[in-house]
Antibody, heavy 122, light 106 residues
């Protein structure tokens, strides 16, 4: 059974960089059949896509966050990571990592991590 | 940028059929997916590629997508179906989620 687990600091200060890692187990990060994505959800609000990465390192990023986001992959560790720079209180959210099925292009998200709440506060 | 529009809320009586819509420009030309999210839980995929159900998802869930509208239909709605539902599509190298619909089973 595929499992994804987010990890990272529980609190980030304004203007600093939010860094999260997603560890994949029970499946291969190197499969050509899947992409790997980050999605966030501010408290009480809807889902917002942040970005998606392929095992070869090619990425797709949300236009609204693109200038502040770096997504990377380390297949040797079965991990992919998110860096979000210059955070503000508006970046407070539950951050999810998820597997995204390749359907010609990236498609649906079929497995999700449990999510991790990252408050941005001084 | 591409947008998907959902009604904020839908109410249904137990045993009846619930329909949740998702509207976007030429959405029927793309694949639509649907996710169910219960309070405090991660989203769960319930429909992908417009009308396919993942393994383990009840046959009561079905989907369609044509023109500018994708529809999630839940037949014989049960109390356990009460949740937030999100549609999602991929448009020009971008994943887009709808704003979400809160389904209430009265």
């Amino acid at each position: 059974q595929l499992q994804l687990q987010e990890s990272g600091p529980g609190l980030v200060k304004p203007s600093e960089t939010l860094s999260l890692t997603c560890t994949v187990s029970g499946g291969s990060l190197s499969s050509s059949l899947y992409y790997w994505g980050w999605i966030r959800q501010p408290p009480g609000k809807g889902l917002e896509w942040i970005g998606t990465i392929y095992y070869n390192g090619s990425t797709f990023n949300s236009p609204s966050l693109k200038s502040r986001v770096i997504i990377s992959v380390d297949t040797s560790k079965s991990q992919f990571s998110l860096e979000l720079r210059s955070v503000t209180a508006a970046d407070t959210a539950v951050y999810y990592c998820a597997r995204q099925k390749r359907v010609i292009a990236p498609g649906h998200f079929d497995y999700w991590g449990q999510g991790t709440l990252v408050p941005v506060s001084s | 940028s591409y947008e998907l529009t959902q009604p904020p809320s839908v109410s249904v009586s137990p045993g009846q059929t619930a329909s949740i819509t998702c509207s976007g420009d030429k959405l029927g030309d793309k694949y639509a997916s649907w996710y169910q999210q219960k309070p405090g839980q991660s989203p769960v995929l319930v429909i992908f590629q417009d009308s396919k159900r993942p393994s383990g998802i009840s046959e009561r869930f079905s989907g369609s997508n044509s023109g500018n509208t994708a529809t999630l239909t839940i037949s014989g709605t049960q109390a356990m179906d009460e949740a937030d539902y999100y549609c999602q599509a991929w448009d020009r190298s971008t994943a887009v989620f709808g704003g979400g619909t809160k389904l209430t089973v009265l």
